[in-house]
């Protein structure tokens, strides 16, 4: 099926990852829900496939492409192991992409060829423990002596910082300042003053890590800042901008999987006499799943349409996140409510994609935070 009139190239990309998907990730996926270990060896084998250098241009390391095949990748990755699309979009489509965009070419070549290649990991590390929606709340500083910029501050919930070898930093020069203080690092991990505390505990997404980095007088070079001095925050709105694409087509993922379950588990299941799927109340639900679902994968698609073509996308990647995180939830919660008592325990597929569509409302911008982008975008235009 065709119907969102995707191109040869992209049919050929999603079918390869749905492959891989079906034949690993989504085999792999309810043991590394409950060990909460980190797949290597699903990483290794999208090493393998060339997944880590997509969106990146070839002279860096990567396979360049475009970010309508980056959401289908990452549909894909979700609907096989949330867990590893978590991964794969805090390496690249935050860490990578954030160098890639903003980066001087010297930086560039440094960087991203090990993070496109996937022999280094990648961490973007934005969050503080009182600084989450509010970036400009940031409390990390950065000082100059002697030829380097020195670091000192808490951030928590990072995504892949247990393994990271290259971060991306965000602290501020003057906190008085707010957002206008804000600067962007690359900074390498290994030296002395950083200190990676793993965090667990977590409701969903168990076999992502994730973690807590402390920086203490931590020497990072002048020559790693990116852009000019106090660039960060914008720079930071605009790979926001841009990850919110594949974080909602990680939520079509969730949600296609979730729907998947149900679907399947409905034909089997008899009650009163019938299968499940006979019965009109779950035809109803499914039908609601499955528009919903299609719903925000044409969101996702415009929004990365948009961008691929260089127009203005903000608003439509936040629509997209929005809706998507949204219906992630909601169908996940119609598919656990369809297997009954028995979708209620592990290790049925719907309990762990329950549990990992709610942070979808909550990172990378709160759905609070997106209604806000919206209707900022909105009131300011002059055509609503």
């Not at 034949?23 to 060896?41: G, I, K, M, T």
């Not at 995180?325 to 297997?339: G, M, P, T, W, Y």
Request: hydrophobic share 45%.
């Amino acid at each position: 099926m065709n119907g969102m009139m995707l191109s040869e190239d992209e049919l050929l990309l999603r079918n390869a990852v749905r492959d891989f998907a079906d034949q690993e990730l989504s085999v792999r996926a309810a043991d590394y829900d409950e060990s909460a270990e980190f797949p290597w060896d699903n990483l290794d084998t999208m090493k393998k496939l060339g997944l880590f250098g997509l969106t990146i241009d070839e002279e860096y390391g990567g396979s360049g492409g475009t970010w309508r095949q980056l959401a289908l990748v990452v549909e894909e990755l979700a609907r096989g192991c949330a867990s590893t699309s978590l991964i794969y979009i805090a390496h690249l489509s935050l860490t990578t992409q954030f160098i890639h965009q903003f980066g001087s070419k010297a930086q560039k070549q440094k960087f991203i060829p090990p993070l496109a290649t996937f022999e280094k990991i990648g961490a973007f590390a934005l969050t503080e423990p009182g600084a989450g929606s509010d970036a400009g709340a940031l409390q990390t500083r950065l000082t100059k002596s002697d030829g380097h910029y020195v670091v000192s501050g808490q951030k928590t919930f990072i995504t892949n910082a247990p393994q990271a070898e290259i971060f991306v930093v965000l602290a501020t020069s003057d906190r008085s300042l707010g957002t206008r203080g804000i600067n962007s690092l690359i900074v390498e991990s290994g030296g002395t003053g950083m200190t990676v505390n793993p965090l667990t505990g977590k409701m969903g997404m168990r076999a992502s890590s994730i973690a807590e980095v402390v920086l203490e007088d931590y020497a990072v070079p002048f020559e790693n800042r990116m852009g000019g001095e106090e660039e960060g925050f914008r720079q930071t709105m605009q790979l926001l901008n841009s990850s919110r694409i594949a974080i909602a087509a990680q939520c079509v993922g969730i949600a296609q999987a979730a729907y998947e379950a149900a679907v399947s588990y409905a034909k089997q299941r008899a009650a009163f006499g019938k299968h499940l799927a006979d019965l009109q109340a779950i035809q109803f639900m499914i039908a609601d799943m499955a528009t919903n679902i299609d719903a925000a994968r044409l969101l996702v698609l415009r929004a990365a349409t948009l961008k691929d073509e260089g127009h203005a996308f903000g608003k439509e990647a936040s629509m997209a996140k929005l809706f998507a995180s949204r219906v992630a939830v909601e169908v996940s919660d119609k598919a656990l409510q369809i297997h009954g008592g028995a979708g209620y325990f592990a290790p049925a597929p719907v309990e762990r994609h329950y549990r990992e569509a709610k942070v979808t409302e909550i990172y990378e911008g709160t759905s609070e935070v997106q209604r806000l982008i919206i209707a900022r975008n909105v009131l300011e235009s002059k055509i609503a």
